[in-house]
């Protein structure tokens, strides 16, 4: 008897009928729920009117834009040094800046409290998966916790089930 099976948009990867992630490399498997996650071949390519998105000339001089899929508006922030980005509590406050996803199913999308850290360089951005249960993707590249990746202007990034869309103003 033949089993349905899902094929992955990402990697290729055969699944099970009734998965929702890959196995693999954990995309999505029932329709991305925004076109904001490329498949491989695609993720170098700029994504095609970010202004359809987000506002650039919103985004501070040192900081980033983020628009999150399915967020009423997106995020606007100057970036000192780096941003947490996650769904902290009270007992969590720290002096660290924190993007809090709470309000948007943070905890239903499987974003961690402190699921990742976006850092300024002197060339633009870096992310880090801080050890995440349920990992964090740039691209299509699944991030190994606590190692820095530099991302483009346009970039994807996917945290739990969460996607987001990461636009700054390149240095000249």
């Not at 390519?45 to 919103?58: L, R």
């Amino acid at each position: 008897m033949n089993t349905p099976r899902k094929i992955c948009p990402a990697c290729n990867t055969e699944n099970e009928a009734t998965a929702e992630d890959c196995r693999n490399c954990g995309a999505l498997l029932n329709d991305f729920p925004t076109d904001l996650v490329a498949p491989p071949d695609l993720v170098n390519a700029p994504i095609p009117e970010v202004e359809s998105f987000m506002d650039t000339s919103m985004i501070p001089e040192d900081g980033i834009g983020i628009h999150v899929a399915n967020a009423p508006k997106p995020y606007y922030l100057y970036i000192y040094k780096e941003l947490i980005i996650g769904r902290p509590t009270d007992a969590d406050a720290t002096l660290e800046a924190v993007l809090d996803l709470s309000e948007l199913g943070a905890y239903a999308m499987g974003i961690s409290r402190r699921h990742a850290r976006i850092r300024r360089t002197a060339t633009g951005f870096e992310v880090l998966d801080l050890d995440s249960r349920n990992g964090t993707w740039l691209n299509a590249e699944r991030l190994i916790p606590n190692k820095p990746y530099p991302f483009v202007s346009g970039s994807q990034l996917r945290i739990g089930k969460m996607h987001l869309l990461l636009v700054y103003h390149i240095k000249k």
